[in-house]
């Protein structure tokens, strides 16, 4: 089982950018494919990236593609979102996410959430 810790959130202006951070513990972090998910009040819950386990893959929705970009380090067992020219239909707690089976299927293990809230 893997814990996870999310943390960057904030409020920011259109146009702006703000990393999201995601810290694991428990069992190897490298076992896991990982993802970022939103939710807007009242809601549901919503894809936003993917990435494999070793990193040499990604995955987007079509709504952040280009703007936002995953990543992760495998030594320091954190998964990063970079979001770039935020947008008011940002807002949203963001989730991170641990996958034991694909990148786009079998997320289980969830974090608190850190909330984004972009001004227009």
Not at 38 to 58: D, H, M, N, W, Y
Not at 65 to 76: A, E, L, M, P, Q
């Amino acid at each position: 089982q893997v814990q996870l810790v999310e943390s960057g959130g904030g409020l920011v202006q259109a146009g702006g950018s703000l990393r999201l951070s995601c810290a694991a513990s428990g069992r190897t972090f490298s076992s896991y494919a990982m993802g970022w998910f939103r939710q807007a009040p009242g809601k549901e819950r919503l894809f936003v990236a993917a990435i494999s386990r070793s990193g040499g893959s990604t995955y987007y929705a079509n709504s952040v593609k280009g703007r936002f970009t995953i990543s992760r380090d495998n030594v320091r067992n954190t998964v990063y979102l970079q979001m770039n020219s935020l947008k008011p239909e940002d807002t949203a707690a963001y989730y991170c996410s641990a996958s034991e089976a694909t990148l786009v299927s079998g997320y289980k293990y969830w974090g608190q959430g850190t909330q984004v809230t972009v001004s227009s």
